[in-house]
């Protein structure tokens, strides 16, 4: 079996990608405007709900499906999702409220002259705790989906 029938057979990654997708189809559609869909947010990072955490569950919950919730692989993959989602709804978060006050001052002092810092930052980095949760969930069911 070659490398790449490998890779798309290998049911634990597509599940974690299922996961990722399915939360930013959710993003999508839960920031519909009725006159289009904001394609950005297929790939964007912020938002209900949290696609980090989505992937991460979703692969960790394969893991403990395909080899155990007794594996160390389980374990590993576990430790890091806790990791990620902490990291998503913490440090990004925060930077995030960061670059929307940096943004503001910009605007106010420098009359939103942006060339000097090229653009605005980004403001949309982490999440809220609950959009991190409902994340999780998500790729929660998905593997519960494909594995129970």
């Known amino acids: 079996m070659s490398y790449l029938q490998q890779l798309i057979s290998n049911s634990v990654l597509i599940t974690a990608l299922i996961g990722w ?6 993003k999508m559609i839960l920031v519909w405007d009725k006159k289009k869909f904001d394609f950005k947010r297929i790939i964007g990072s912020g938002g209900m ?22 594996s160390g692989a389980f374990a590993i993959s576990a430790v890091m999702s806790f990791v990620v989602m902490y990291d998503a709804a913490g440090v990004r978060r925060s930077a995030g409220q960061q670059a ?3 943004n503001k001052l910009v ?19 982490g999440h809220t705790p609950i959009e991190v949760f409902a994340g999780a969930i998500l790729g929660v069911i998905i593997a519960i989906i494909r594995y129970v």
């Open 49 to 70: 709900p949290s696609s980090h955490s989505s992937f991460v569950m979703a692969l960790t919950m394969s893991i403990g499906f395909t080899q155990g919730f007794d």
């Open 107 to 125: 605007e106010s002092v420098m009359n939103a002259d942006f060339s000097k810092t090229e653009k605005r930052l980004k403001e949309l980095l």
């Open 21 to 26: 997708f399915a939360a930013q189809v959710l």
């Open 100 to 102: 929307a006050i940096l």
